[in-house]
């Protein structure tokens, strides 16, 4: 088992740059794939960004257009989602999730362990 806690939303103008991280407690992080989903007001969950539990794969929303990078770091149990060139459409509560697989999957019904999410709200 795994418990994630997101951290690093926060308020940023359109056209900047944020950080989020993923902090993991629990035993060999590595082993677990780490998902980052949003939920916008109104509408529903969306993939943004999985990594594998080894680092070696990424899959993307088709949104992201190169914008938003995940990684990980397994020696810290800390996961990231670098954002750059955000827009208003940005904003959302932005959740990591973990599976017990090394893959990188897009649904969100593969991951049973979920952060309680972090706002990220983008100004004009």
């Known amino acids: 088992q795994v418990h994630l806690v997101e951290s690093g939303g926060t308020l940023v103008q359109a056209g900047g740059s944020l950080r989020l991280s993923c902090t993991a407690t629990?035993?060999?992080?590595?082993?677990?794939?780490v998902g980052w989903f949003r939920q916008a007001p109104g509408k529903a969950r969306e993939f943004v960004a999985a990594?594998?539990?080894?680092?070696?794969?990424?899959n993307y929303g088709d949104f992201v257009k190169d914008r938003f990078t995940i990684s990980r770091d397994d020696a810290k149990n800390v996961a990231y989602l670098q954002m750059t060139i955000l827009t208003l459409e940005d904003t959302a509560v932005y959740y990591c999730?973990?599976?017990?697989?090394?893959?990188?999957?897009?649904?969100?019904?593969?991951?049973?362990?979920w952060g309680q999410g972090t706002q990220v709200t983008v100004s004009s």
């Open positions: 629990g035993r060999a992080f590595s082993n677990y794939g």
């Open positions: 990594i594998n539990g080894r680092g070696t794969f990424m």
């Open positions: 999730a973990a599976r017990a697989s090394i893959g990188a999957s897009m649904s969100d019904n593969d991951y049973p362990y």
